[in-house]
């Protein structure tokens, strides 16, 4: 029986990460996924020649050098920018909130005429102790934005009215006065040329993996093949669920092939009324400028979360934080298991917070080594 360093329990991007970084330190792995693909949420399904991105859309950005360079050494970026524009019953605005916003809503063009619109709306809705979301944004950014681009959105979201949501969910509404409609203020950002399966086939070449294997339902002959495991699934699960189950919020996807070269103009379209049911509809081929002929949607519904469903986003509220805490202590207390990624840290994170913290559980477990050897340069 073949015998690994580690056995690393899910293929996102996480596992993927420590796998490569483990293999460029000597070291044996087994990658194991329940899904029938690598890649974890990041995975890309080509439908109509089209990237698509079936665990919701996926846009690469920080502003951190080294994690760019890192990414970069397994495939090129794109110039997708992130513009995301918002339609509130028909009306289209730019997102996030700035000048091009707040023309179409006021008709203002210079930023002192839009800060005292916002101000004046704030000063009439007169909140000083926020007690709800509604009375937090309003108090953040007036009443016009709140109404047509806040509430509707956000009660979607979170499938509750906006007056029963706490106030701490959020805690700024970041608001431009520059004509800027880039969502992200990171230094670089894009999209892989050709997917993101291209970063993880990469990252993961070489590597033994197996797919359609739940780590769960294996778990004494997993065990047995390694020194170590990897775990990058939900905590919860791991400890069958003793304590109870953390709660997630979850989303359905609805694809769509639609025969046309373009619906919508722009990749991320949000749906900002209360009327609509879904909160967005992302059309992928955007992402990469493509130009064939057809072209595939796909409508975002928000939703609870049950067993069996994909979980998420994490619900960091008061119980749920309290209860990860207790299977945290329990993990700390493991010494031949890892816990890692998304799902094991209980916690919603980017892309290159994943990478970065992978990075740091491969340097902490086998030392660290330069982001490229000389003989990769
Ligand atoms: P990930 O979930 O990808 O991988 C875990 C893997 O473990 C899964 O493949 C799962 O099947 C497997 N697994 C779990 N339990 C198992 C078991 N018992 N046995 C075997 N396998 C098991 N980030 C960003 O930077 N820009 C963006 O635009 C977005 N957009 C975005 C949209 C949506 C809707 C979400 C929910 C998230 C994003 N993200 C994002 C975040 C991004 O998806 C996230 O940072 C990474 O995918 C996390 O990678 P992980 O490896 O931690 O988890």
Known sequence: MEKYDYVIVGAG?????????????????????????????????NVEGINVHKYGAHIFHTSSKYIWDYVNQFVEFNRYTNSPVANY?????????????????????????????????????????????????ISLVGTDI????VKGYTEKQWGRKATELPAFIINRLPVRFTYDNNYFNDSYQGIPIGGYNVIIDKMLEGIDTELETDYF?????????????????????????????????????????VDSPNYQGNAVVNYTDSETPYTRIIEHKHFEFGTQEKTVITKEYPKEWGKGDEPYYPVNDEKNTALYKKYKQLADQEENVIFGGRLATYKY?????IISQSLKTVAKELGSRPLVSPAEN
């Open 146 to 149: 709140y109404e047509k681009l």
């Open 89 to 137: 019953k028909g009306e289209i605005y730019n997102l996030p909130f700035n000048m091009n916003t707040f023309n179409k809503l006021w008709g203002v063009i210079r930023p002192e005429e839009a800060k005292a619109k916002i101000e004046e709306q704030k000063k009439a809705a007169n909140i000083t102790k926020p007690s709800n979301l509604e009375e937090q944004a």
């Open 217 to 257: 339902e294996e778990k004494e002959r997993l065990d047995n093949l390694a020194d170590k495991i990897v775990f990058t699934g939900m905590i919860d699960e791991y400890y069958d669920y003793r304590f109870g189950n953390l709660e997630y919020r979850s989303l359905k996807f609805e694809h769509e092939i």
């Open 349 to 353: 994170y980017d892309m290159h917070h």
């Open 13 to 45: 991007l996480f596992g993927a990460t420590f796998a490569y970084e483990a293999k460029k330190r000597g070291k044996k792995c087994l990658v194991i996924d329940r899904r029938n693909h690598l890649g974890g949420n990041i995975y890309c399904e």
